[in-house]
């Protein structure tokens, strides 16, 4: 008899199963507003230089943005879900997530000298309004509409997705950066969403990993 791998799960149940689980998406849609509320000060108050923290958003950023693309979209389009609308849904989600993807890589010209750097400020504010209104549709619309109709495998495909690249350096990074800023309570939840090797690492390096990506604090202003 064939077993069936717990990471992969080949059944068609929907999100109602236990394993549906939306603490990883909650805690990184919770570090990327964190980070660009960091990032919109850092804006206003320093010289717009790509620096290695808007490096890190910015790849985390685009992974949630694919991971939506790749496993959400289709799921909103493909399944037969209550009401007329969830169509019309996947084309606003769609929408705002263009938005969104264009003003990252406005904010990212500015920094790398490519754009503007006199509005790095004014764009970086847009994208955090973007960002905002995206994540509070996925989190008020999206995600409750997909809620009893995503099966468990798709949502393990999205969970995947959200962890690329897979490893045990890219998961202790992942860790570090979600936990960041964290209530002491939900940061042992969002520990437990790793394995026990990636655990331990983080209880050694994930410390170090944050401390190196952290923003620098905003200059006083007079």
Not at 112 to 132: F, I, K, N, Q
Not at 157 to 174: E, I, K, M, Y
Request: glycine content about 4%; charged content about 25%.
């Amino acid at each position: 008899m064939r077993s069936t791998a717990p990471s992969r799960p080949r059944d068609n149940r929907a999100a109602r199963d236990p394993r549906i689980d939306l603490l990883l998406v909650h805690a990184v849609h919770d570090a990327l507003r964190r980070d660009l509320r960091r990032l919109v000060a850092w804006s206003r108050t320093c010289f717009p230089v790509t620096t290695p923290a808007w490096v890190d958003f910015h790849r985390r950023l685009t992974t949630h943005l694919d991971a939506d693309t790749a496993v959400l979209s289709p799921v909103l389009r493909g399944k037969d879900l209550p009401g007329p609308d969830h169509a019309r849904t996947a084309a606003e989600m769609e929408r705002k997530r263009r938005r969104l993807t264009l003003l990252a890589e406005t904010v990212d010209d500015c920094l790398s000298g490519r754009g503007p750097a006199s509005r790095t400020a004014e764009y970086t504010a847009c994208l955090d309004a973007a960002l905002t209104e995206y994540l509070d549709y996925q989190r008020s619309v999206v995600l409750p509409l997909l809620a009893t109709r995503i099966t468990a495998r798709e949502w393990a495909d999205f969970d995947t997705a959200q962890r690329h690249p897979l490893g045990l350096t890219s998961g202790v990074a992942l860790c570090a950066w979600l936990v960041d800023g964290a209530p002491p309570d939900r940061k042992q939840s969002i520990r437990r969403l790793f394995p026990p090797a990636v655990r331990l690492a983080h209880r050694w390096f994930g410390a170090r990993h944050a401390h190196r990506i952290r923003w620098n604090d905003p200059a006083p202003t007079s």
